[in-house]
């Protein structure tokens, strides 16, 4: 079943439907864009001559056209490869190289990376709104190929923060659950009518286009093409029952915008992609009503590993309220999740790794059999986080198993302490790290953001953590940044942290032993 059927479907039973707007100007109807995408898929079948398999990367910010070439793509039999437009030049040759792509879109602004990147011919890099591009809308139209559910269709790069990013195959199958499993666990109450699409489009917010797609949503670019808060609550005036896709870090970029904003059309804001605090989670509960949902997934099982729905977000009469709201939710209906140590499945209660199985997980990585296998044992997708499960099935995460701190043979989880330091009026934001330590093992220390006008005091902090969490948990250390390492995509590079605690530990042992 070919995802592009999807786009074919709504085009005929939502023809005048809008489809893609910028802003608050309408763009295409379900039915041109249709039009559009099986036009484009005959030009790439015809006039560009490739063959189902190919990979086409969108080197691409967020535009009206982004949607239309996805669907083009699995319309003539190709494999999307979307790539995070943030990147360097370097990362785009990266991907493009290790992609094998044939062809690639760009943007205006990232024309000139991608040719300097040296990878593709400059013949073979197409940019949105020239000659070139309007010829392929010109092509004949073709029918939608016809393909194997465990044919590739997406794939999705992964973020690198501790190597080379790998591209997680995502086949037709694959995406066509997390489709289905976007209305039965994550997004249940209708309508969908609109989109907005404030995230990129290479990642969370694209991938969630495909279930507004089998809806005939109205799919809505911000005219920046970028995520700032004042042009999202205007689009939220705007459009009616609109739901978007957002890290962490912007929701509470949303929560920092002054309080007078209208978000009654506002229907769903799905937060993922990394920890959401409670103290967070319960801001933008008051600030914007039942309206939450949250997702756990990893590009190798796309959007879908657990999701805690907003209806589960509004129990707050439920005795266990918070400490759901402090977990990932269930398993979403398409995989089965449990939790693994040495090959020992564990019982309820006990941390370990998160394991996935189910139509979401990935067909393996591009061309690295052995870190497949490695990630892909006996079956199961072991996702290198660790958490635990409750006796309702709630999965609670505790930390990537990288970022495990062990001081004296005790096990901490950066993201417990991180919970509490954060909920400390003077800090905005901070990560936790291990510390090389002679007599403990590892020591855990604090990179600490002060919240705006505040100066907080490590003797203050570390009163508020030992009222909070067992001793041995607090920081030993706490040091004070102006802003966090972060990706292209907005996690924190605790390896990036650990390697500026490295140098600043031997720069102070240094100064040590040349003080007179």
């Known amino acids: 079943m070919n995802l592009a059927l999807q786009l074919q479907r709504s085009g005929l039973a939502a023809r005048n439907a809008p489809a893609v ?7 295409f109807t379900y039915g041109q864009l249709a039009d559009r995408a099986a036009r484009i898929a005959g030009g790439l079948r015809g006039e560009l001559g490739l063959v189902p398999g190919d990979r086409v990367a969108l080197v691409m910010r967020n535009c009206a056209e982004y949607l239309e070439l996805l669907y083009a793509c699995w319309h003539a039999g190709l494999v999307a490869v979307p790539v995070n437009a943030k990147l360097h030049t370097s990362e785009f040759a990266y991907i493009l190289g290790n992609s094998g792509a044939s062809l690639c879109f760009t943007t205006p602004d990232l ?12 013949s073979r890099v197409i940019t949105i709104g020239t000659a070139a591009y309007a010829s392929l809308l010109e092509a004949r139209p073709i029918d939608v190929t016809a393909v194997s559910p465990q044919d590739a269709a997406w794939m999705f790069y992964t ?3 501790t190597g080379k990013p790998k591209g997680a195959v995502l086949t037709h199958r694959n995406l066509l659950a997390m489709s289905w499993c976007y209305f039965a666990d994550v997004d249940q109450q209708s309508p969908w009518r609109s989109m907005l699409h404030l995230a990129p489009m290479s990642h969370g917010s694209g991938l969630y286009a495909l279930p507004h797609v089998m809806q005939a949503s109205c799919h809505v670019i911000p005219e920046s093409a970028a995520f700032e808060a004042a042009e999202a609550f205007a689009l939220i005036r705007h459009w009616p029952a609109s739901v978007f896709f957002a890290a962490p870090t912007m929701v509470k970029r949303l929560l920092d915008h002054p309080a007078d904003t209208d978000t009654r059309q506002l229907k769903t804001i799905i937060y993922g992609g990394g920890p959401m605090y409670v103290d967070d989670s319960l801001a933008a509960l008051d600030r914007f009503g039942p309206k939450l949902a949250q997702l756990y997934g990893q590009g190798e099982s796309p959007m879908t590993i657990t999701a805690l729905s907003a209806r589960m977000h509004a129990e707050r009469d439920h005795s266990r309220w918070l400490e759901r709201l402090a977990s990932v939710g269930i398993a979403q209906s398409a995989v089965e999740v449990r939790i693994r140590s040495d090959g020992d499945w564990l019982a309820q209660g006990e941390v370990g790794e998160v394991v996935v199985r189910g139509d979401t997980v990935m067909q393996g990585y591009w061309q690295q059999a052995e870190e497949s296998a490695e990630t892909l044992r006996d079956g199961w997708l072991h996702t290198g986080d660790y958490g635990c499960l409750d006796a309702e099935g709630f999965l609670t995460l505790k930390d990537r198993a990288k970022d495990l701190i062990i001081s004296g043979g005790n096990n901490i989880y950066p993201r417990e302490v991180e919970e509490v330091l ?19 093992g590892e020591s855990v220390v604090a990179y600490v953001v002060a919240a705006r006008g505040r100066h907080p005091d490590p003797a203050a902090l570390d009163r508020y953590c030992l009222e909070r969490i067992a001793r041995y948990k607090r920081p030993r250390y706490y040091r004070f940044i102006e802003q966090l390492p972060k990706n292209n995509y907005g996690k924190v590079l605790k390896t990036r942290l650990r390697e500026l605690d490295t140098a600043a530990e031997s720069a102070a042992q240094q100064a040590d032993t040349t003080e007179p």
């Not at 707007?21 to 763009?27: L, N, R, S």
């Not at 024309?111 to 400059?122: C, I, M, N, Q, R």
């Not at 954060?422 to 403990?440: K, L, N, T, Y």
């Open 159 to 161: 973020s690198g923060t």
């Open 111 to 122: 024309t000139a990376a991608v040719v300097d990147s040296a990878v593709l011919a400059e």
């Open 21 to 27: 707007a910028v802003g608050t100007q309408v763009q």
């Open 422 to 440: 954060v909920s400390h009026a003077d800090v905005a934001e901070v990560s936790v790290i291990g510390r090389p330590d002679r007599e403990w």
